[in-house]
């Protein structure tokens, strides 16, 4: 089954860091774009991270810019979001999903979520 | 920054058809992908490059995306169809979202 799983959310106080992982199966992860989109609550989608099959390329929102770090470990099947200087507005539920075939696909994959609260 | 505008809510008669709009400049130029999602579960693509189904997608759902407009069409509408709607494309490196449209199906 082709799935992706988030981990790694939690609360966390302002000015934190936290790391998220996503763990890919049932397809050959290195194919594809992976991306990090995040929704607050009773909010909208929000895309905030991008990176390339082989991870040479990586795209930000401005809003995550100089504070977030996209990753991936293909041999390990594996993508990360390192966060660092939360805000109270990076409290959300965040899900890693995959580009479809071919370059800037749509999002054909989302794993289930994890929610990172940023609160004191 | 490119900007989408989705109606924050549609309401539909149960059978009838829903159209869901995504206005933006110049959309007709760009791929738009679609995604459903309802209340606590994660987000699931519903139509991709404007016309395009996903396998599992009923034929009631179809596309189309012309000038600054793309609309998701949903025919026969069912009370299973009730859920938040997102119109997605990419620009100037960076994936954008629409705010998101909620579908009431009376």
């Known amino acids: 089954e082709v799935q992706l799983v988030e981990s790694g959310g939690g609360l966390v106080q302002p000015g934190g860091s936290l790391r998220l992982s996503c763990a890919a199966s049932g397809f050959t992860f290195s194919s594809y774009e992976i991306n990090w989109v995040r929704q607050a609550p009773g909010k909208g989608l929000e895309w905030i991270s991008y990176?390339?099959?082989?991870?040479?390329?990586?795209y930000y929102a401005d809003s995550v810019k100089g504070r977030f770090t996209i990753s991936r470990d293909n041999a390990k099947n594996s993508l990360y979001l390192q966060m660092n200087s939360l805000r109270a507005e990076d409290t959300a539920v965040y899900y890693c999903a995959r580009g479809g075939s071919g370059t800037y696909s749509a999002f054909d994959i989302w794993g289930q979520g994890t929610m990172v609260t940023v609160s004191s | 920054s490119y900007d989408l505008t989705q109606p924050l809510s549609v309401s539909v008669a149960l059978g009838q058809t829903a159209r869901l709009t995504c206005v933006g400049n110049n959309i007709g130029s760009k791929n738009v992908h679609w995604s459903q999602q309802k209340p606590g579960q994660a987000p699931v693509l519903v139509m991709y490059r404007d016309n395009d189904r996903p396998s599992g997608i009923p034929e009631r759902f179809s596309g189309s995306n012309s000038g600054n407009t793309a609309t998701l069409t949903i025919s026969r509408a069912q009370a299973g169809d009730e859920a938040d709607y997102y119109c997605q494309v990419w620009d100037s490196s960076t994936w954008v979202f629409g705010g998101g449209t909620k579908l009431t199906v009376l």
């Open positions: 990176i390339s099959g082989i991870g040479s390329v990586v």
